[in-house]
């Protein structure tokens, strides 16, 4: 049986988050004797005022951050920080029991990917994980309709689908609990979490996408991990689900990775095939997605 969950997060409950560049910013202002400085406390989001004492950098909301805390936060460049009750700073990172992997919030110039047993989610290499999800989202345009992404993630797909006004609602699945708990301290995915017309279901997609009714979705953005750690999600049978779910007219994207490298190219030449023989027709390269696009035509 198919679950969703929803559930919305209050402003005041969202914690602070910052990185070595907010930290570095804070501390260079202690430098020069600055009595206050404007920071984002939510990685760029947003701006607001610190207050500097001798003794800390004090937030709003009754928050504050020791001298010692900021020095050493602003000489990690490859974490995220969150700061949930006064003097406590917690690095956002998780060990995920299930899979037995370790997962991290890992900062960008806007914003953050995550890191899972080291590897980026996101392509990070001359773009950013925001421009990495327009170029997915845009793939699939026009949007309408019930959208599913097959993978949430951070949740940058599923809040960017439900942007378009003709969208009624996206379906995301995503397999790992621990991944949405890093998304709820993450400032970028919190629409993830309050948006209604966003519905998270936590399954395999393998396992959850037969459930779905024929001809359920308008749109599918299909954004799996790699194809040595899910190779059953570029399955011809898998296809054959999707192909099943999708209204006539519909259209698939599916994130396979750069097509002009080796293994991207070897991998896109097979998916190609299984995608034509599970039905989908029209299938283009979209190099700049890293992917491909598939029509379902009958």
């Known amino acids: 049986m198919i679950a969703g969950v929803q559930g919305a997060m209050a402003t005041e409950e969202w914690p602070f988050v910052l990185s070595s560049r907010q930290a570095r910013a804070i501390c260079e202002a202690r430098a020069v004797g600055a009595a206050t400085v404007a920071v984002s406390l939510d990685l760029g989001l947003t701006t607001l005022e610190v207050t500097l004492t001798p003794e800390r950098a004090l937030l709003p909301r009754d928050l504050w951050i020791g001298w010692d805390d900021l020095a050493a936060i602003a000489e990690r460049e490859e974490a995220c920080y969150a700061v949930r009750a006064p003097g406590e700073v917690e690095r956002i990172g998780r060990f995920s029991e299930a899979l037995r992997r370790h997962y991290s919030l890992f900062p960008t110039t806007g914003a953050p990917t995550i890191l899972i047993a080291g590897f980026s989610m996101h392509r990070i290499k001359g773009t950013d994980p925001q421009q990495d999800t327009l170029a997915k989202v845009r793939a699939a345009a026009p949007l309408r309709g019930r959208i599913l992404d097959t993978s949430t993630g951070l949740g940058y797909t599923a809040i960017e689908a439900a942007r378009a006004p003709t969208v009624e609602e996206v379906v995301t699945i995503e397999l790992d609990p621990t991944t949405l708990a890093i998304a709820r301290d993450n400032p970028w995915s919190r629409a993830l979490f309050t948006d209604p017309k966003i519905r998270q279901i936590i ?96």
């Open 203 to 298: 399954g395999d997609s393998y396992d959850v996408v037969p459930e779905f009714p024929p001809d359920s979705f308008s749109r599918i953005i299909h954004d799996p991990p790699i194809f040595s750690l899910a190779g059953e999600l570029y399955s011809g049978a898998f296809y054959r689900e999707l192909f099943r779910i999708l209204r006539r007219g519909g259209k698939l994207f599916h994130y396979i990775g750069n097509l002009d490298s080796k293994g991207g190219g070897g991998v896109a030449r097979g998916a190609i095939r299984r995608l034509k023989e599970a039905g989908f027709a029209r299938i283009e390269r979209r190099p700049e997605a890293f992917g491909v696009v598939a029509t379902k035509e009958r």
